[in-house]
């Protein structure tokens, strides 16, 4: 009985510590991908791959220039940007490999990024009415 009432007292704790790390590492992504909105710098990404367990995406392989030089960047958390960013992040349909999609990097250490999904690139103007959208958004920012 007593062996019973440890393995039990183990497990409740490993659940919490489970739950409590989930939290804690969704917590710093979301700082994180707020600090590349606010604080990136921007580059064009094409998609390379999703990879999937059980017919689930778990992550979003992409590359990227940044002063002609070529990164490889992976993203776990794209689909906590919006709707349409989880949308393509599950549907083979709306990203491809080779489709063209904004990366925000971090300007002193440009090997972290990530890929916004929900910006998909078609053109030069797209890619520039982003950066617009989100110059603004930072200078909205800076105002508050």
Excluded: W
């Amino acid at each position: 009985m007593k062996i019973d009432k440890i393995v039990l007292v183990i497990l409740i704790a490993c659940l919490i510590g489970g739950f409590i790390l989930i939290q804690f590492g969704s917590k710093k992504s979301i700082k994180e991908r707020e600090f590349l909105a606010f604080n990136g710098g921007f580059a064009i990404g094409a998609f390379e791959s999703r990879n999937m367990s059980n017919s689930s995406t778990y992550s979003i392989s992409f590359n990227y220039s940044v002063n002609s030089k070529e990164y490889h960047g992976g993203d776990t958390r794209c689909f906590e940007d919006s709707s349409e960013a989880a949308d393509a992040f599950t549907n083979k349909d709306k990203a491809k490999p080779g489709d063209k999609f904004l990366v925000l990097y971090n300007n002193e250490k440009p090997k972290k990024s990530i890929i916004r999904l929900d910006y998909p690139i078609r053109d030069s103007s797209d890619f520039k009415r982003y950066v617009k959208e989100f110059k603004q958004m930072r200078k909205q920012k800076e105002i508050e």
